[in-house]
């Protein structure tokens, strides 16, 4: 039972509380809010002939989506996010499963070791991955030394370098997502499970693969999403052969300077975004996204 | 007893260099209840995790119904465990935790449904087919890993201290049932705890453990009764063990005598060959020691009283500086510590114990 003094003091606390919210509401209205409704209003007016917008309603940057050329850049980013997703899925969850059975210092030792090359600029660290793949750089030489291959393989601006980087980019966020979920398991579900008559593989997928799907799904979401907007990636190491949703907003909002049209295709894009969170909360009935936070 | 279904042959098994179980052997009829009675860290726990083959020995094996099974995975065994902390699939309901080992098995719905109603009846817990386990209270948690366990009437049931989560008296309610479910279902039960007070309750034979090897096997009469060694009788009866000197050898089977703080007590020799000047450690339990008086048996004086459970207990300090603890129903009023009073036993109290603690 609470006592009497602490009913007394909660009115006059939570008032307080509520004051220090403010500066937070403040900063979500004005840096988070605030953005996302200029953008929904910019994507439903006109574009100026010259430069910036004419406030006037219409469909027309919604309807240009649906313009084959563009329409293809989103097939193509969605075909190009889901290859990324699944190669990293299929790194990441037997790292990540794998990772959460170490010792205590294995564990801490790995998480560091994910953590240490974030502290380079994630540019730097692409250009990196050019030194690699470049015509006659390492990656050649090391295979023709080898005697592999006999020539350079071109690798640098094609689309597997591009998957490659994203790949790299993005696989850490599996991992960190599946071993957040995989440490929280309790191993004796495994053994009663192996008790009852479960094979080793039927173990897996029974207890461990169901019990590790928040962490699968979050792990999918928080590569998936950024594997279509990540436009830097595809132009660094695709040239400009690939051209995903990321790279096509970019172009419109810097090159072609049509605003609306940007607005629109990133409303679309965070449309996809939200679909995936949503179902992503059907299918785990929760909010928080395994391994973020 | 009819015939053997497990047997443990010498087994050994250590952890980093630290030895567990130092060569334990054990035969399990068919339907009986064993008990591994022994404190935490005593190799309890490994020991059913080996006969259960989630745990490999170093040396040693296993058999289950002549068969040897050391090698043998666990979904191989025709065992089943209960494990401590029930480890009950949070993601499946009541029903499918009951169920999951008859649907790896590919049985048809029909029959999973029936066999999941019938253990469900077994436990009383009819109806909670579709909860889930967090929904369920630790007694509840606790029936439905004993179903799940039993579903598939497995030849022998390993439960690791499977009542120690529950409160006292729905400790007692279900050691009566878990008892009886034993015996109208005629599976070995392997049953793991450190409550002397259960295992006496419980089982047919009690295997009392210290330090990964077995002290003592016998039925709860034979390790009450008949401790072997100081540690038994400390442990089962928290009895005394009073150390003295033989005076008169009796034959085997009959009476020695043996001098404890100056006085003589009187003992059963057992089966054990007794030299006069040999040392000698008694057991006696606390409620056998008998106040006597004045001028008769062994003086003592009273230091401490004290009342639990129904008994009193008196902690008294004999001549040689050692303690005795008698115990007593209800509350005597007549006795006040610095009192000075003489205790003795009846000949056949106290038990000569091999010393090992």
Redesign the interface.
Same mark, same amino acid.
């Given at each position: 039972m609470p006592s009497r003094k602490n009913t007394r003091r909660t009115p006059l606390t939570s008032r307080w509380m509520g004051l220090t919210l403010v500066p937070l509401y403040l900063f979500t209205l004005v840096l988070v809010l605030g953005p996302l409704v200029y953008m929904l209003v910019l994507s439903f007016e006109t574009r100026a002939d010259v430069w910036g917008v004419i406030p006037q309603f219409t469909w027309a940057n919604y309807k240009n989506i649906f313009q084959p050329v563009y329409l293809n850049t989103f097939v193509q980013s969605l075909k190009l996010a889901l290859l990324c997703t699944g190669l990293i899925l299929l790194v990441g969850y037997p790292f990540g499963y794998f990772m959460a059975r170490l010792s205590p210092r294995g564990k801490k030792f790995m998480t560091a070791a994910l953590m240490i090359p974030f502290w380079t600029n994630s540019l730097i660290r692409l250009y990196g991955w050019i030194i690699v793949l470049r015509s006659g750089g390492t990656l050649d030489k090391v295979l023709m030394a080898l005697h592999l291959t006999q020539r350079p393989l071109k690798l640098l601006y094609t689309y597997p370098a591009v998957v490659v980087g994203m790949v790299y980019a993005l696989l850490q966020f599996m991992i960190l997502a599946v071993y957040s979920s995989a440490e929280k398991m *309790?191993w /004796? $579900?495994v053994?009663?499970?192996? *008790?009852?008559?479960? /094979?080793p593989a039927?173990a897996f997928f029974?207890?461990t693969l169901? $019990?590790t799907m928040p962490g699968l799904l979050s792990g999918v979401i928080l590569t998936f999403i950024p594997s279509m907007g990540l436009f830097f990636i595809a132009d660094i190491l695709g040239g400009n052969k690939v051209v995903l949703v990321g790279s096509l907003i970019q172009d419109q909002l810097l090159q072609a300077h049509n605003w609306p049209f940007a607005a629109a295709l990133s409303v679309v894009l965070m449309l996809l975004t939200s679909l995936m969170i949503g179902l992503y909360k059907r299918v785990t009935h929760t909010t928080r996204l395994e391994g973020l936070l | 007893m009819s015939q053997t279904i497990l047997q443990l042959q010498n087994i050994e098994k250590s952890f980093d260099g630290t030895p567990v179980l130092r060569g334990i052997s054990l035969d399990a009829a068919a339907g009986e209840f064993i008990t591994l009675l022994g404190s935490s860290g005593c190799g309890k726990t490994t020991t059913l995790r080996i006969i259960a083959g989630l745990e490999c020995p170093d040396a040693g094996r296993v058999l289950l119904e002549g068969r040897d099974v050391t090698g043998t995975p666990p979904e191989k065994r025709d065992v089943n465990t209960v494990f401590q902390n029930y480890a009950l699939f949070p993601h499946m309901t009541v029903a499918a935790n009951i169920g999951y080992s008859l649907k790896l098995r590919r049985r048809p719905n029909e029959d999973i449904a029936k066999a999941v109603a019938q253990a469900l009846e077994l436990v009383q817990l009819t109806g909670y087919e579709n909860r889930m386990p967090a929904q369920l209270s630790g007694g509840q948690k606790q029936r439905v890993a004993i179903a799940r366990a039993l579903v598939n009437r497995p030849r022998v049931l390993l439960l690791d201290e499977p009542l120690g989560a529950l409160d006292l008296q729905l400790r007692r309610q279900m050691q009566l049932e878990l008892k009886a479910l034993q015996q109208q279902l005629g599976i070995t039960f392997i049953y793991i705890t450190h409550d002397q007070e259960e295992a006496l309750t419980m089982s047919d034979r009690i295997a009392v453990m210290r330090d990964g090897q077995f002290v003592q096997i016998g039925t709860p009469a034979q390790v009450y009764d008949e401790p072997r060694t100081s540690f038994v009788a400390r442990f089962v009866g928290s009895a005394n063990i009073l150390q003295g000197t033989v005076v008169a050898a009796g034959h085997p089977g009959g009476l020695v005598t043996a001098r404890v703080a100056g006085c003589p007590v009187c003992a059963r020799a057992g089966q054990t060959e007794f030299l006069p000047g040999q040392p000698i450690a008694l057991a006696l339990r606390s409620e056998q020691v008998d106040f006597a008086p004045e001028g008769s048996g062994i003086p003592a004086v009273v230091k401490e009283k004290s009342f639990a459970g129904g008994m009193l207990r008196i902690a008294l300090e004999l001549p040689d500086g050692s303690r005795l603890v008698a115990s007593r129903h209800g509350i005597d009023q007549s006795l006040a510590p610095g009192q000075k009073l003489c205790v003795r036993c009846a000949p056949e109290a106290a038990v000569p114990v091999e010393v090992d603690d």
């Open positions: *309790d /004796s $579900l053994e009663a499970a192996r *008790d009852l008559g479960a /094979s039927q029974t207890v169901k $019990l | -």
